[in-house]
Nanobody, 124 residues
Framework: QLQLVQSGGGLVQPGGSLRLSCAAS????????VGWFRQAPGKEREAVLC????????NYADSVRGRFSISRDNTENAVYLQMDSLKPEDTGIYYC?????????????????WGQGTQVTVSS
């Protein structure tokens, strides 16, 4: 069973930074596409960033361009979402998940083995 465990998140003031971690348990995460999604209150889950197993990255959210980045650490068997210059509209629950294909996608249905989610709240 492929399991992802998330950490990071919390409450931060506007303009601050957070780093979310998505660690794999029992398998090698580098073999898989990994996507980060977020879900704001009352809204659908949306794709944010995705990284393939070659390190190629795709940004699906124009609102985070230049502020968020995704990376892998194969020694830690983890993928990270670095979030800088945070805004109140970045508030939501953030999820990582494994892609079912060998390419990135912004469709929720193209991902499985979702992490447990982590709350990010940007507020003064």
């Amino acid at each position: 069973q492929l399991q992802l465990v998330q950490s990071g998140g919390g409450l931060v003031q506007p303009g601050g930074s957070l780093r979310l971690s998505c660690a794999a348990s029992g398998f090698i995460l580098n073999y898989y596409v990994v996507g980060w999604f977020r879900q704001a209150p009352g809204k659908e889950r949306e794709a944010v960033l995705c990284i393939n197993n070659s390190g190629g990255m795709t940004n699906y959210a124009d609102s985070v361009r230049g502020r968020f980045s995704i990376s892998r650490d194969n020694t830690e068997n983890a993928v990270y979402l670095q979030m800088d210059s945070l805004k109140p509209e970045d508030t939501g629950i953030y999820y990582c998940a494994i892609g079912t294909n060998y390419y990135c996608s912004n469709y929720v249905t193209d991902f499985r083995s979702w992490g447990q989610g982590t709350q990010v709240t940007v507020s003064s």
